[in-house]
């Protein structure tokens, strides 16, 4: 089920190998020759109009590596600001309008040219305009590689919200190359990076330890390449399983109860963080969590606690946020019946879903936090 498959198709004469993962919804293209292939998948959907939703970032270093893509010559590239602020429905109606002057029908394609952002609010831009119409995702970073750009999840914040409103839409196609990559800092890196750890503690002991013998500051690029394309199949695993997250689904949740609301309570701050830092911490009150309350191993948790402190730092709260933090916990979207949803481990790939979370066990997981 999680085998690799190779694809050679698109042109007899290539050399380049291209890793090519088939899902019931997407069909994902792992490759540093993007436009080795690229013009045939235009050729296939044929679109009537294309559009390029790009950031300034996007635009800047990402944009040049399309250029000689004959076939989106003519295309007309939207560019929005970046930044979480700018995840909001103001941002979308900006670019609805521009697809309603531009022409843009339910035969149109809108590439996604940019990280999560772009591909969330892209998404959900696609999937609504004239009740929808096909979207490509080319993500850009690691982030959005390994977990943004696939699954269907789209949407955008509301009231200081994570991803508050949204709906489930697959993109026709999405191309990953992580020669992308080489324009991130290591912080952006690094954001993705705990996204891959979350996919690995989820799925087996095994993909985690093959992930700790990667040296993320002498990136080889080639093995990079593999280690997402293997995060992809577990996220993959999970997602064909539920679509629409009621079940198992939930565990890729891991990490993210406590992670969404760390990113929340930054949000609009001179101490924004960004998603996967959110999440690397998120992870660390969920191994504790899970230890207290799972009994998950109390060695192997330090073990992942000591790798994530190394790696990520601590984030900066203080006993006068746990009350706020709480609060943001009562809005995530995966609770039910105004009970806190959580999910934990029981063990590395042995996931215990929707477990409740009590306040008091919130208060007792952030005194323990802080005094790391």
Known sequence: MLSLSLFNKFTQSSNYTIMQIKTPYSTIFISTETIVFFNKIIEDLKPSKIFVLVDENSKKYCLPILDNIKLLEESEIIEIESGEKNKSIHT?????????????DRNSLLINLGGGIIGDMGGFIASTFKRGFPFINVPTTLLSQVDASIGGKTGFNFHNLKNEIGLFSHP?????????????????????????????????????????????????????????????QIKNHFVEQDPTEKGVRKALNFGHTFGHAFESLFMNTPNEILHGMAVAHGIICELYLSEKRCHFDKTQMKKVIDYIINNYGKLSIKNTDFEKIAELLTHDKKNENSIINITLLNDFGKVAINQSCSFKEIIDVLNWYEKL
């Not at 979308?92 to 843009?104: H, N, Q, R």
């Not at 992930?211 to 280690?227: E, M, S, V």
């Open 92 to 104: 979308i109606e900006k670019v609805w309008d521009i697809l309603c002057t531009k022409g843009a």
């Open 172 to 232: 026709k196609y999405v191309i990953i190359n992580s020669l992308f990559l080489k324009t991130l800092d290591k912080e952006n890196i690094y954001s993705g990076w705990a996204e891959m750890i979350k996919h690995a503690l989820i799925f087996s002991k095994g993909d985690w330890e093959n992930l700790q013998q990667h040296n993320l500051l002498n990136t080889d690029y080639k093995a990079l390449n593999q280690l997402i394309a293997r995060s992809i």
